[in-house]
């Protein structure tokens, strides 16, 4: 079975500062993507930024990046120059190439200070 | 941009009562949806892929009499919690892939989920 582990339960940065948040998988598959999802106190779930594996480069959108490490796993998100509206839980998820559905990880709170 | 409704946003309800939760995909077709519990401050935890036209596929440790799904079309699946208790109480949301687009290049689309209360 698939996990997805986040090991910062909550992180702080300063506005305009840069944070990266840490996210590892376990999986035997060879075809599958990476997503980055914020969930606000609205509790929408909102797509921040995905990455295929197939892909060696990274994925950027914006204020975001992310360092895909395949061979180690990994799949942390950078947000630069961050923002009071990036305060929110992060969830890193996987989903196989061959299924729609998404494991989560345990989520990252977020907290934006001035 | 693809956009799912789910309702209602709240409810509260007695104990030992039903209560149904519809999700919607507004302007795409969607052959399967997903169903997830979200305890406070935890992880999103998959429940059911409800697959238009056939039987729901559960997950490990969820029981199907108790959280009844069905997805009689292509834009509606129902999440039935029955004869609900308060450990029932959680916030449930629906996610759907537009059936238009393949999955390498469509997300899936999240509804704004539902806050259950049991009392």
């Known amino acids: 079975a698939q996990t997805v582990t986040q090991s910062q339960p909550e992180m702080s940065v300063q506005e305009a500062e840069t944070v990266t948040l840490s996210c590892t998988y376990d999986t035997s598959e060879s075809d599958y993507y990476l997503f980055w999802y914020k969930q606000p106190p609205s509790r929408q779930m909102i797509l921040v930024i995905r990455q295929e594996a197939y892909k060696q480069q990274n994925a950027t959108e914006n204020r975001f990046s992310v360092n895909f490490q395949k061979a180690a796993k990994s799949f942390s998100l950078k947000i630069s120059d961050s923002q009071l509206g990036d305060a929110a839980m992060y969830f890193c998820a996987y989903m196989t190439g061959t299924a729609s559905k998404l494991t989560f990880g345990t989520g990252t709170r977020l907290q934006v200070t001035l | 941009g693809a956009v799912v409704s789910q309702h209602p946003s709240r409810v509260i309800c007695k104990s030992g009562t039903s209560v149904k939760i519809e999700c919607r995909s507004l302007?795409?077709?969607?052959?399967?949806m997903f169903w997830y519990r979200q305890f406070p401050k935890k992880s999103l935890m998959l429940m059911a892929t409800?697959?238009?036209?056939?039987?729901?596929?559960?997950e490990q440790g969820v029981e199907k009499d108790k959280f009844l799904i069905n997805h009689a079309s292509l834009t509606l699946s129902t999440l039935t919690v029955t004869s609900a208790h308060p450990e029932d109480s959680s916030f449930y949301i629906c996610?759907?892939?537009?059936?238009?687009?393949?999955?390498?290049?469509?997300?899936?689309?999240f509804g704004n989920g539902t806050r259950l209360t049991v009392t």
């Open positions: 409800s697959n238009e036209g056939s039987k729901a596929t559960y």
């Open positions: 302007d795409f077709q969607a052959t399967t």
């Open positions: 996610s759907a892939r537009d059936l238009g687009v393949s999955t390498y290049n469509s997300p899936l689309h």
